[in-house]
Nanobody, 116 residues
Framework: QVQVVQSGGGLVQPGGSLRLSCATS????????MRWYRQAPGKQREWVAS???????TYSDSVKDRFAISRDNAKLTFYLQMISLKPEDTAMYYC??????????WGQGTQVTVSS
C-alpha cells in the first residue's frame, strides 16, 4: 500500500512564501499523477494543482501564477511552492497520488495559515 507523508506548512504573513512536500515510497512513483487540494474551515475541499507523469502542470485560477507544483522522481517527492500568499490561502492542504482517472493515496494534511 502506498504511503504518503506530508511536510511543510505553518504560519506566514501575507505576501510570504512556503513550500509543502509530499514524500512516498514505491517503484512506480514516476507514473503517478500528483495533486494538491486544500480545505478551509467550513468549506469543501478544493483542487489546487496537478502534475502528470510527463510534468504537465495545471492550476486552479485562484493560485495560478503564485503556486508551482513540481516533482523529483529520484527523491520520490513532490512539492507545492507557494508565493505571494494571501489570507484566503489559509487552509489544510492535502496531497494525493493517483492516476489520470482518479485520486489515490492521501497525505495526512498540513496546515497553512496566512495572517499578520
Amino acid at each position: 500500500q502506498v504511503q504518503v507523508v506530508q511536510s511543510g506548512g505553518g504560519l506566514v504573513q501575507p505576501g510570504g512564501s512556503l513550500r509543502l512536500s509530499c514524500a512516498t515510497s514505491g517503484s512506480i512513483f514516476s507514473q503517478y499523477v500528483m495533486r494538491w487540494y486544500r480545505q478551509a474551515p467550513g468549506k469543501q475541499r478544493e483542487w489546487v494543482a496537478s502534475i502528470t507523469h510527463n510534468n504537465r502542470a495545471t492550476y486552479s485560477d485562484s493560485v495560478k501564477d503564485r503556486f508551482a507544483i513540481s516533482r523529483d522522481n529520484a527523491k520520490l517527492t513532490f512539492y507545492l511552492q507557494m508565493i505571494s500568499l494571501k489570507p484566503e490561502d489559509t487552509a489544510m492542504y492535502y496531497c494525493n497520488l493517483g492516476s489520470l482517472a482518479s485520486n489515490g493515496a492521501w497525505g495526512q494534511g498540513t496546515q497553512v495559515t496566512v495572517s499578520s
